[in-house]
């Protein structure tokens, strides 16, 4: 049913906590349960060449567990994790010579595998999800932008503390376990979402040469020699000085207390250390000055993509830049779509 303003900010609650991360507690207790949305002030727009799509990769560390979820004994693990980093150092340093030695790069590629599986059986794989799918929750997933990386799912609101306890601790502990796996896995997440989908090579070109000085031009996903180069110290490092308190902002909403909620957040997140705020970008994109064109001869369907600079989505104006998206593209009914879609039937869609 319709509310006023003042009606659904009698049900929400925002606090800060000392260490600086900030929750905003929505009561609606319309079913028993809620969800929840973790906001990161952090994304690719924040990665300096040579690191593009660690926040992406992050984003999957942050499923692979802690010092006490997902591992069968830490202080064995550790010591594997250690001498996986020390021969992937080795075998990078070497393939990275002006003239390797092409036996030596296979000797140590295969020294840096065995290391690999060697930790293997220390592995509870994927016991963070498992946890949430046998306590009731649903919906677990993340995802990385430019700006940001959320993370997010629904529980039982009688999972409310065990909630509070898995997501502090992920942030609070992580263990980049399986870091070079993974990395395997977003490289063929690039392969199948750009390298192979001619609509993705061209939006990664347009964004590219959108911009030409501001990290907006990196790939979410990172360039492929990126994703074969960074290591687990990169993407802990990146860790470290993105993911502090002031810079994460969680929602909760549905059927739960503020009452409840806070105290909860206080005892599990107020763990979490305070840490510095990450440096803001300084790069600002300078004004354009040539039309730029990008065209990509492929066979597939023709696509078509225009782009105008426009002010941050926190600029006092951009409500005016989604009223006119709204207008002609929001619907069937929208301007645009009519045009070209259903009268003068000259596109498959226009959005």
Known sequence: SAQSLADFEKKVTVRTLPNG?????????????????THVNVGSAHEVPGITGVAHMFEHMAFKGTDRIGTRDYAAEKKVLDKVDQAYAAYDSERRKLRPDAEKVRALQKAWKDAQEEADPFIKKNEFGEIVDREGGVGLNAGTGADSTVYYYSFPSNKLELWAFLESERFLRPVFREFYKERDVVKEERRMRVESHPIGRLIEQFGMVGFSA?????PVVGYMSDLDSFTRE????????????????????????ASEVLPLVEKYFGRIPKGEPPPPIRTVEPKQIAEKIIRIPDPAQPFYVEGYHKPASTDPEAPIYQASVDVLY???NARLYRSLVREKQIAVNAQ
Request: aromatic residues 16%; charged residues 20%.
């Open 234 to 257: 990169d993407a802990e490092k990146f860790y470290r000085i993105h993911y502090v308190p002031s810079n994460l902002v969680t929602s909760v909403v549905g059927d739960v207390k």
């Open 330 to 332: 929001n619907g069937r």
């Open 214 to 218: 501001h990290p907006y031009q990196h």
């Open 21 to 37: 991360w900030t929750f905003i507690v929505c009561e609606r207790p319309e079913a028993p349960v809620f969800s929840f949305s």
